[in-house]
Structures are given as C-alpha cells and as structure tokens.
C-alpha cells in the first residue's frame, strides 16, 4: 500500500515555527540553569526519565513479531 505524503507547501513556516520554540525553550532552560540550578536538575531529570519510558514503551509496542 502507497504511503500518502503530506502537502509540503507550508514546510518552511512550520520549520521557522518549530525552530523559534527551540530558541525559546533554550533560553529558558539556560535562565533557569543559571538562577535556579536544582529547579534545573530536577526538569532535566525529568525529561529524561520521560524520554527512557517512552523508548521503552516503543520498543515494547512494536517488537517483531
């Protein structure tokens, strides 16, 4: 079966879109490196911890049959 592919004519807005969250969320991280280094930590460790569980969950899901 033919995969369909998405209409690429607002590819380059949703780029810059996406990029600028980027910049934005690493600003803040740093501020908050930098003023509060244990409020720093403690989302760090949490966002890893969430990235573990969904590779896990991933890998879990889809295994080969």
């Known amino acids: 079966m033919k995969e369909v592919q998405r209409d690429a004519s607002n590819f380059d807005r949703h780029w810059q879109t996406g990029w600028h969250r980027g910049e934005e969320d690493s600003a803040r991280m740093e501020q908050l490196r930098v003023s509060e280094p ?16 969904l590779a896990k969950n991933e890998v879990q899901t889809h295994s080969p049959k």
């Open 38 to 53: 244990d409020k720093f930590v403690w989302r760090v460790k949490g966002g890893c911890e969430h990235i573990r569980w």
